[in-house]
Nanobody, 120 residues
Framework: QVQLVESGGGLVQAGGSLRLSCAAS????????MSWYRQAPGKQRELVAAITSGGRANYADSVKGRFTISRDNAKNAVYLQMNSLKPEDTAVYYC??????????????WGQGTQVTVSS
């Protein structure tokens, strides 16, 4: 059973920083693209940033220059460094990863989400 567990959310003032972490556990054969999504109240879930196994990253326009995604392949972990936070960054942030379990097929797994609240 593969699980993704996020941590690092919380309450921060505008202009502040937070670092989200997500680690995949279980019988994992290989991990491909890892991503962060977010969903604000009343809005659709949106892609924030994604990173391939080779380290290529892409970002939503709204976070370019402020957020940085990184990963540790040895730990099956992905991180999101969020700087210069704005109130509009307030959302539940979800980690997702494309993973092939041992003896299984590729699938997209989701974490439970972590709340990020930015006060003005």
């Amino acid at each position: 059973q593969v699980q993704l567990v996020e941590s690092g959310g919380g309450l921060v003032q505008a202009g502040g920083s937070l670092r989200l972490s997500c680690a995949a556990s279980g019988s994992i054969f290989s991990t491909n693209t890892m991503s962060w999504y977010r969903q604000a109240p009343g809005k659709q879930r949106e892609l924030v940033a994604a990173i391939t196994s080779g380290g290529r990253a892409n970002y939503a326009d709204s976070v370019k220059g402020r957020f940085t995604i990184s990963r540790d392949n040895a730990k099956n972990a992905v991180y999101l460094q969020m700087n210069s936070l704005k109130p509009e960054d307030t959302a539940v942030y979800y980690c997702t990863a494309v993973i092939a379990p041992q003896g299984g097929i590729w699938n997209n797994y989701w974490g439970q989400g972590t709340q990020v609240t930015v006060s003005s």
